[in-house]
């Protein structure tokens, strides 16, 4: 597992949605994971940019699991093996994306098309994610941000020279897990148990001789021709 490239990966695989929209409805605008300043959006338009810019942390366990996480992985010899890791970093990401193009109608078109591609996948299932950074049975659940307003684009897009735009805002959550083991133990698959009455030891043991228990063997008797 690429542990450390769980925010590359997220936004990648966002930028894919967003990227077969576009090409699904046949716009000449290119997307990009990007800082929209001023000077990319001039240099890159028609385009679509999503911007990370802003990222919370938290830690706590999941419904149904541990504290501690557990991997199954198999050896060069082809063991099994349970590794366990520390509690990771829960991660929630948000996002805001930009249009950018001469005109402005064509701009607030391809706003809506790059809307519109979370708006019909709003989650992606494990297989569908690209990149080795996610743990199993995770997913990536894309949320609108209903209290997203001009005022935090402005203070987000002003600094950056891109002037007042309208941008559409966005929020996921992921997990960084740490590299650091906490140990590993071997998987076993079987296991055979034995059980016999103590006072009636099978044939054979030193148990069954001392009480006297051994079993006789067995008669053979000729049949006659």
């Keep these: 597992m690429a542990k450390y490239q769980i925010i590359r990966d997220v936004g990648l695989n966002l930028l894919g949605v967003v990227r077969a929209e576009l090409q699904a409805q046949r716009a000449k605008a290119k997307a990009f994971l990007a800082t929209p300043t001023a000077e990319f959006l001039r240099k890159n338009t028609p385009s679509l940019v999503l911007y990370l810019y802003e990222m919370r942390t938290h830690m706590a366990a999941r419904r149904?699991?541990?504290?501690?996480?557990e991997e199954e992985i198999v050896d060069e010899k082809g063991e099994m093996h349970v590794v366990r890791y520390n509690r990771p970093l829960e991660?929630?990401?948000?996002?805001?994306?930009?249009?950018?193009?001469?005109?402005?109608a064509e701009?607030?078109?391809l706003l809506a098309i790059g809307m519109s591609a979370f708006l019909d996948k709003p989650r992606l299932e494990r297989n569908d994610l690209q990149g080795d950074s996610f743990f199993r049975g995770d997913?990536?659940?894309?949320k609108n941000d209903f209290e997203f307003d001009m005022g935090r684009a402005q203070a987000?897009?002003?600094p950056l020279g891109a002037g007042t735009k309208v941008a559409a805002a966005y929020s996921t959550q992921a997990r960084l897990f740490t590299g650091k083991e906490l140990g590993r133990s071997r998987?076993?698959?079987e296991r055979h148990i034995d059980v016999f009455d103590p006072l009636r030891p099978p044939p054979g043991s030193i148990a069954a001789k001392e009480l006297g228990l051994e079993a006789k063997p067995p008669k053979i008797v000729a049949t006659k021709k």
């Design 64 to 69: 149904g699991e541990e504290w501690h996480i």
């Design 91 to 104: 991660l929630t990401l948000n996002y805001i994306l930009v249009a950018s193009a001469d005109d402005l």
């Design 107 to 109: 701009e607030h078109e």
């Design 139 to 142: 997913d990536l659940h894309v």
């Design 156 to 158: 987000i897009l002003g």
């Design 187 to 189: 998987r076993v698959r």
